[in-house]
Nanobody
Framework: VQLQASGGGLVQAGGSLRLSCVFSGSIFSNNVMGWYRQDPGKQRELVAAVTSGGSTNYADSVKGRFTISRDNAKNTVYLQMNSLKPEDTAVYYC??????????????WGQGTQVTVSS
């Protein structure tokens, strides 16, 4: 399974960006797709996730500003980021957790895409 993220860039505070992540290969129908971010010197943190059933989860810092969605027909997960703040600056990574039989989890990561928000 390979994931390809895109959509990062430089934007002014208050602006918007939409990240996309396309995956190729086979995953189990029971899965979770998500976006994480990482600043240099800090741990990677969950930004948002969406299950194959459509349930979503967001970090408190992005609730009300970011929206995660998925298009299963296109094997793509999106992250719409509005009202961006300088503290949203980070490298953003997409991932897929594929939940196999007997509770085995398969984790796949895409390459990062840089998001820079200027003040």
């Amino acid at each position: 399974v390979q994931l390809q993220a895109s959509g990062g860039g430089l934007v002014q505070a208050g602006g918007s960006l939409r990240l996309s992540c396309v995956f190729s290969g086979s995953i189990f129908s029971n899965n979770v797709m998500g976006w994480y971010r990482q600043d240099p010197g800090k741990q990677r943190e969950l930004v948002a996730a969406v299950t194959s059933g459509g349930s979503t989860n967001y970090a408190d810092s992005v609730k009300g500003r970011f929206t995660i969605s998925r298009d299963n027909a296109k094997n793509t997960v999106y992250l719409q980021m509005n009202s961006l703040k300088p503290e949203d600056t980070a490298v953003y990574y997409c991932n897929v957790i594929s939940l196999g039989p007997a509770g085995v989890k398969y984790l796949y990561w895409g390459q990062g895409t840089q998001v820079t928000v200027s003040s």
